[in-house]
């Protein structure tokens, strides 16, 4: 089993998004998913903090802070997730987890200076679990795009994530649960504006053709795939914050149905991992 999220449903974007382009993979995949309002009924814009919270733990975490909050989890969050969330609660059950991203000297460097952890990584530490696991082909959350502007294809070709999906598949096989965490739709959002820039949006599409591929070759080896998001983003690259678009809740191996928020996401990850609804907390 294999576990993405990322920024936003293409039900919400406007004309001339960067998901208007052959998808054959992923847009499909999104398609037949359930698209799920991540506000809670809270004003302001959902936060990378409280929105993975809700889909790492099942709980309302917005309800919890009393607002929306992020990008970091603080000390409250931090115990929600360290009791509730996923990774604890499959690891504590006996399974195999891990989060196949791959973080840099320059990340651990940072989080020497000053602890910043966000909810994923945050949340496999608080089961015991390391970054950069051995054995699993690890996954740059830029999926070989440059960090910087303009965001040209640096260190792997769209075959190589092709590949990279593959292999990811194929070790899935003995593995409970892999996460990965593509954050980097987010940094790409960040830099949208109205109008916005040629080079901001030629990133956008590249980095969804390169997810398209990672997908690809995930599920050419067999592996179940779920996708979800914390807030959306790149789905419009007019604003440069965070939006009030609905979010995806997606599965390879089902057609999503029911949940209506990122809460009720979460409670449908737990339900499928094989985990007992949790006692609520606050």
């Known amino acids: 089993m294999d576990r993405a999220r990322w920024r936003g449903s293409p039900l919400d ?9 052959d998808l054959p993979a992923l847009r499909p995949l999104v398609d037949r998913g359930a698209a799920l309002d991540a506000t809670l009924g809270i004003a302001g814009q959902p936060q990378s903090g409280t929105g993975q919270c809700c889909w790492l733990t099942g709980q309302d975490a917005v309800r919890i802070m009393g607002e929306h909050f992020g990008p970091h989890p603080g000390p409250t969050l931090q115990r929600l997730l360290t009791r509730h969330s ?9 399974a195999r987890v891990a989060l196949t991203n ?12 000053r602890a910043r952890l966000g909810c994923f990584p945050f949340s496999f530490q608080a089961a015991g679990l390391p970054l950069n696991p051995s054995g699993l082909p690890l996954v740059s959350a830029s999926l070989g795009l440059d960090y910087r502007a303009p965001w040209l294809e640096q260190t792997l070709s769209l075959t190589d994530v092709l590949t990279l999906g593959t292999a990811l598949g194929r070790c899935a096989r003995d593995w409970d649960l892999l996460v990965l965490d593509l954050w980097f739709s987010d940094l790409l959002g960040h ?17 969804l053709v390169r997810v398209d591929a990672l997908l690809t070759g995930l599920l050419s080896s067999g592996a179940e795939v779920v996708l979800s998001s914390d ?14 678009a609905r ?12 949940p209506g928020t990122v809460v009720h996401g979460g409670q449908w990850l737990s339900a499928w991992a094989g985990l007992p609804e949790a ?3 606050g």
């Not at 974007?13 to 382009?21: D, F, L, V």
């Open 191 to 207: 830099a949208g504006r109205d109008p916005t820039p040629g080079e901001v949006t030629r990133a956008a599409r590249s980095y």
């Open 247 to 258: 979010v995806p809740l997606a599965a390879s191996f089902t057609a999503v149905s029911g």
């Open 279 to 281: 006692d609520r907390e």
């Open 13 to 21: 974007a406007p004309a001339g998004s960067a998901w208007e382009q």
């Open 231 to 244: 807030h959306g983003n790149m789905e419009n690259l007019r604003v440069k914050a965070h939006t009030l």
């Open 102 to 113: 791959h973080y840099a000297p320059a990340f651990f460097e940072a989080q020497r200076r």
């Open 86 to 94: 996923l990774p604890v609660r499959l690891t504590q059950a006996g």
